[in-house]
Structure formats: structure tokens, C-alpha cells
């Protein structure tokens, strides 16, 4: 046998009793679990900053941008459309003269100022037509789409008027005395105040149309109406049926009859003495006659 052969034959036997004979190693104990921290950027220069935020962030701002710059875009196209579309109404509403006129207008440039002017031209050229119930729809037709139009108050004004002319007296009361109470700081109120006031005389209300001069005196001094209201005030004469009784007057009340005669009151004076009553001539005796 081969010393190499000898020794590889001894060297696993050697092994094999070292596994037999020897224990087994105790186990480490386990070590604490070790964390990998991220590197940051603990650098106070702004630049750095800057470039760091730009790097982690840059998709975010760019999409953005984009979106800030379509939306500005799109505003200024919009802008511009709608500036051209305007001045474009306003020159057919200045050469507009018939009604079919005013109806293009608003047919073809609907949500537009001249659009909304547009109704009123018409309304006030039924109105002069004698078309007061097409008037008051188209002025109706205007309130619906333009409800917080500066001259909604002059439509409502515009629509009692109409029915004022229809011979619609009651109902035209009405109209008026709902436009002053819902909108009393308007400068349609006093006038629709005192648009009330010829027809409450033609119903003989004559104290309520004293009381609606009044007030417009009272409360709406500054007005254009304020002269007439003070002319009709004064021509307003209240009727018999309702004027105050005269008052009664302060003077003592005259003494009442009474049944008795009152006792005569003497007084110390001396009282003239009243003539003596001339008495009737005694009859004289019958003389005798001498022998």
C-alpha cells in the first residue's frame, strides 16, 4: 500500500471517529436584525433641493403645466369666440326695426345681451301694435330666461300696464301692488305705487288712493312721481259718507227749563212803585131838593 493511500485511509477514519466521539457545536446565538437605511439628502442648499424635488417630482409638475396651459387656452378661445358673437348681435340689433328683426336677434344669438335686450324691443313694439297679450308673452318668455336681468322689474311694470290696457283692472292692481312689495327699493316701486292710484278711484276707493300718495310722499321723496303724487293728493277729497262729525263744542250748556218758577230774589234796592191803577168815579148822592 501506497503511503498516500495510507494516509487518506487514516485521515477518513480519523473523521469518521471525530463525528462519532465529538458533539455537535451549539448553534450561535441569532444576531439582531440588521436594517439597510435608505441614503438621503441631508444638504441645505436650496439648489440641491431644488434639483432633488425636481428629479422625484418632475412628471406631477409637467402634467400640470399642460393642463394650466390647455385650460388658459381654452378660456382665451372662449373669450374671443364670445366677444365676436356679442359685437356680431349687438350690429344686428342696432339695424333690426321690425319684429322679425328682434326675432332673429334672439333666435340667433340666444344667451346674449342683445339677445335679452332683443325681447324688450319687441315686447314694447307689440305694445305699440296694440298686441298687449303677445306683449306680456314675450316680457313672460323674458323673465323665464332672464330672471336676474337689471330691467326685470321694468318687464313685471310693463306686463300690469298691459293688462291695465286689456281692461284687466283687478288683476293689473294686483301686479302693481306685488311689484312694490317685493321689490320696495327698486325705482320701479313708487311708480308702480302711483300707477295704483287712478284705479283705485275708479273703484271709489278714494282713503286707500290717499294713503298710497302718502306713502310715496312719505317714503319716496326723491322720486319723479313725488309732484304728481302731491297734485293728486290734493284733488282727492274724501266723500261726505266718511267724513268726521263736527266736533262738539267746549261752551257751557245752555240752561235747562226747569218745572218750577224760581223764587224771586229780593233785593235791598227799593223797587219803583208802580203807578197807582186809576179807579173807577164813586156815583155821587142824589142832592135834596129845597122847599
Known amino acids: 500500500m501506497s503511503p498516500l493511500r495510507s494516509s487518506a485511509l487514516a485521515l477518513a477514519r480519523e473523521t469518521f471517529a471525530w463525528h462519532k466521539t465529538k ?45 394650466a396651459v390647455l385650460a388658459l387656452a381654452a378660456f382665451g378661445g372662449y373669450r374671443l369666440y364670445s366677444d365676436r358673437r356679442e359685437k356680431a348681435a349687438a350690429s344686428l340689433l342696432a339695424a333690426a326695426k321690425a319684429p322679425a328683426d328682434f326675432q332673429k336677434v334672439i333666435s340667433q344669438y340666444a344667451d346674449t345681451p342683445a339677445s335679452a335686450s332683443a325681447y324688450l324691443f319687441l315686447a314694447d313694439r307689440q305694445r305699440q301694435e296694440k298686441k298687449f297679450s ?39 292692481l294686483t ?86 218758577p224760581p223764587a224771586p230774589v229780593q233785593s235791598t234796592a227799593p223797587s219803583a212803585a208802580a203807578p197807582p191803577m186809576p179807579s173807577a168815579p164813586k156815583p155821587s148822592a142824589p142832592r135834596a131838593k129845597k122847599p
Open 23 to 67: 458533539p455537535r457545536a451549539p448553534n450561535p446565538a441569532p444576531s439582531a436584525p440588521k436594517f439597510r437605511f435608505m441614503p438621503t439628502l441631508s444638504s441645505s442648499d436650496p439648489v440641491i433641493e431644488s434639483r432633488f424635488f425636481w428629479d422625484r417630482h418632475k412628471k406631477e409638475v409637467l402634467a400640470v403645466l399642460v393642463v
Open 134 to 172: 303677445e306683449a306680456n308673452s314675450t316680457l313672460q318668455t323674458f323673465l323665464d330666461k332672464h330672471p336676474k336681468h337689471e330691467l326685470a322689474g321694468t318687464a313685471r311694470l310693463a306686463m300690469a300696464a298691459n293688462l291695465e290696457s286689456l281692461g284687466k283692472r283687478d288683476e293689473a
Open 175 to 260: 301686479a302693481y301692488q306685488r311689484l312694490a312689495a317685493s321689490e320696495p327699493k327698486a325705482f320701479t316701486a313708487p311708480t308702480a305705487l302711483f300707477s295704483t292710484v287712478h284705479i283705485l278711484k275708479e273703484k271709489n276707493q278714494i282713503e286707500e288712493a290717499r294713503r298710497v300718495c302718502e306713502t310715496i310722499l312719505t317714503q319716496y321723496r326723491e322720486s319723479v312721481v313725488t309732484m304728481e303724487a302731491t297734485r293728486e293728493l290734493r284733488s282727492l277729497k274724501v266723500p261726505d259718507s266718511t267724513k268726521l262729525a263736527p266736533p262738539i263744542s267746549v261752551a257751557a250748556p245752555s240752561p235747562t227749563l226747569s218745572v218750577t
